[in-house]
């Protein structure tokens, strides 16, 4: 784990390249038929892995560019949870309900997916999975998973999108223009009351704007907030 680590630090300049790594490990070691992963957040509307590394032994078909509507009710467990999701046999899982045909058609017919964060934020989701058969995920296959990803994988490739690819970064981290305008006079210890009355705004609106960013941004509060925005400011 360590030396997949060490490769993913030399690819650190090209997110995609170091996911690929960290995906590529994951197969080799838990024999699956394909990894994926992509970058989002829980707000977001629609989830799309951006990269993927399949196990030619077993010829799984592509899944890069598959879009899920991220707000569904399966996919929000997997944001809500710290360790993988499990799902032993895609046709009989009940949760997915609309899903279930969009991952059978995707060849996915057991799938473990875990949540990818970075100094505790989300920034994306990564699943290995079978495509041959249904698969009973022992408890060693999901500690590592979780293991992998937790420890590795997620902060590696935070730092890589944060300082690399800041336009993959900001696509889903940064404030709107009015949001961060609003955010820079907080910075300066401004109320809510004198933002609103300053930007000719109503202080509901404001409230609304540091609200959708702090859920943009998973800040726990307003200075959580203004800290995770000090490199915009």
């Known amino acids: 784990?360590?030396?997949?680590?060490?490769?993913?630090?030399?690819?650190?300049?090209?997110?995609?390249?170091?996911?690929?790594?960290?995906?590529?490990?994951?197969?080799?070691?838990?024999?699956?038929c394909r990894a994926?992963?992509?970058?989002?957040?829980?707000?977001?509307?629609?989830?799309?892995?951006?990269t993927e590394f399949r196990n030619q032994a077993t010829s799984p078909p592509s899944i890069t560019g598959l879009e899920l509507p991220n707000q569904h009710a399966a996919m929000q467990d997997v944001w809500q949870a710290s360790s993988p999701i499990v799902i032993n046999d895609v046709s009989s899982h009940d949760t997915l309900?609309?899903?279930?045909?969009?991952?059978?058609?995707?060849?996915?017919?057991?799938?473990?997916?875990?949540?990818?964060?970075?100094?505790?934020?989300?920034?994306g989701i990564?699943?290995?999975?079978?495509?041959?058969?249904?698969?009973?995920?022992?408890?060693?296959?999901?500690?590592f998973m979780h293991t992998f990803c937790s420890t590795f994988l997620g902060p590696l490739?935070?730092?890589?999108?944060?300082?690399?690819?800041?336009?993959?970064?900001?696509?889903?981290?940064?404030?709107?223009?009015?949001?961060?305008?609003?955010?820079?006079?907080?910075?300066?210890?401004l109320t809510y009351k004198q933002i609103a009355s300053k930007l000719n705004k109503s202080t509901r609106t404001i409230e609304n704007q540091f609200r959708n960013a702090r859920n943009r941004l998973s800040a726990r509060n307003q200075t959580d907030l203004v800290k995770k925005c000090e490199h915009w400011l």
Not at 97 to 123: H, R, V, Y
Not at 126 to 140: K, L, N
Request: glycine share 4%; net charge negative; proline share 5%.
């Open 97 to 123: 309900n609309e899903l279930k045909e969009i991952f059978l058609n995707a060849g996915c017919k057991s799938m473990l997916l875990q949540q990818l964060t970075w100094e505790e934020d989300p920034i």
């Open 157 to 189: 490739a935070g730092i890589s999108n944060y300082w690399f690819n800041p336009k993959l970064h900001n696509m889903f981290s940064k404030p709107s223009e009015s949001e961060l305008i609003a955010i820079r006079l907080a910075a300066k210890g």
């Open 36 to 50: 994926d992963a992509g970058f989002a957040t829980p707000t977001h509307q629609h989830y799309t892995p951006i």
């Open 1 to 32: 784990m360590l030396n997949c680590a060490a490769h993913m630090i030399i690819a650190i300049e090209d997110p995609k390249q170091l996911v690929q790594v960290g995906l590529e490990f994951m197969v080799t070691e838990l024999s699956v």
């Open 126 to 143: 990564a699943c290995i999975d079978y495509t041959v058969e249904s698969h009973i995920w022992s408890d060693d296959e999901i500690n």
